[in-house]
């Protein structure tokens, strides 16, 4: 029972940390950016579970260009956003890696471009995983471009729309770390040794 238990909530330890960017949306086409530095949402093909109203545009904070080649090492710009590049294309080019958004960021949004496409992802919680495998065909990364919400609103489904932090999921972590300190204060009154 005690080898069940732990191996339980190891297991739920590392589920809980590998979170992930929720998708919005991808476009086979290229979009510019308007005058106001503001990315326009026209030309997306959305995700069935994303709502976004006519207007909603996002704000530019900031993007790496040209990465064909780059070598998967941390980038950041400024103190909002930092990336890093974990998986690689034979030829060397990044499909996959981390991100991380720093304490006190606006970022809420980011895009990956790869060729003539790109992916938009909404950022949920302050880090987790990317890859270009599921919507870019696991090409290689050209273009990162971060991005902080205003215009509109983006809703999932039973949300209210924007980027939403998990707070179930972390009320149930800490929930589950009480638990664990709980038995193991009174281990020996519960979990008496077979005879």
């Known amino acids: 029972m005690k080898k069940f238990i732990f191996v339980f909530m190891a297991g739920f330890l590392l589920i809980s940390f590998d979170v992930n960017a929720t998708y919005i949306g ?13 990315l326009k949402l026209k030309k997306f093909n959305f995700s069935p579970d994303v709502t976004v109203d006519d207007d909603f545009y996002f704000g530019s904070l900031g993007k790496f260009d040209n990465l064909d080649k780059w070598d998967g090492k941390e980038l950041a710009i400024d103190n909002n956003f930092t990336i890093t590049g974990t998986t690689f294309k034979p030829n060397g080019e990044v499909t996959g890696g981390t991100f991380l958004v720093n304490d006190g ?3 809420d949004f980011f895009t990956l471009k790869a060729s003539s496409g790109y992916v938009m992802l909404s950022v949920d919680g302050s880090s987790g995983t990317w890859s270009t495998s599921e919507y870019l065909d696991g090409k290689g990364i050209s273009h990162i471009s971060i991005f902080e919400g205003g215009g509109g609103t983006i809703t999932y489904p039973g ?9 179930p999921a972390t009320i149930f972590l800490l929930g589950s ?15 008496k040794p077979k005879n």
């Open 26 to 38: 991808s476009s086979s086409k290229n979009e510019k950016l308007n005058e106001d530095g503001q």
């Open 105 to 107: 960021s606006s970022v």
């Open 159 to 167: 949300g209210d729309g924007g980027a939403q932090v998990p707070e």
């Open 177 to 191: 770390g009480l638990l664990g300190l709980f038995g193991f204060r009174f281990r020996k009154k519960f979990w």
